[in-house]
């Protein structure tokens, strides 16, 4: 019932900075936790890190201080600024919502993803 579609990727060289947003649509129940992950080729796909309802973001230690989470629950929207990009970051990045069905079960959507290259 809930659609999520990320933009905002691309190609940047080593240093620069792009903002990725998450739009979610399809349904308006409120989304409790938004999510950032991402995926290297041959790896598994990796936390980047949540923002909470409550706007309280936490983030993997490899992005900590140059990634920022901020959401616009007006506009269903997420948004992963990232600065200081480092050809590490290069991934498929996947935008995850969280919905609460009852106090302890919930459903996940997922994005389709967006690629970020990043470029010595």
């Known amino acids: 019932q809930v659609q999520l579609v990320e933009s905002g990727g691309g190609l940047i060289e080593a240093g620069g900075s792009l903002r990725l947003s998450c739009a979610a649509s399809?349904?308006?129940?409120?989304?409790?936790?938004f999510g950032w992950y991402r995926q290297a080729p041959g790896k598994q796909r990796e936390l980047v890190g949540t923002?909470?309802?409550?706007?309280?973001?936490d983030y993997e230690d490899s992005v900590k201080g140059r990634f920022t989470i901020s959401r616009e629950n007006a506009k269903n929207t997420v948004y992963l600024q990232m600065s200081s990009l480092k050809p590490d970051d290069t991934a498929v990045y996947y935008c995850n919502a969280r919905i609460y069905i009852t106090r302890s079960a919930y459903r996940n959507y997922w994005g389709p993803g967006t690629q970020v290259t990043v470029s010595s």
């Open positions: 923002i909470s309802s409550d706007n309280n973001g």
């Open positions: 399809g349904s308006t129940v409120s989304i409790n936790t």
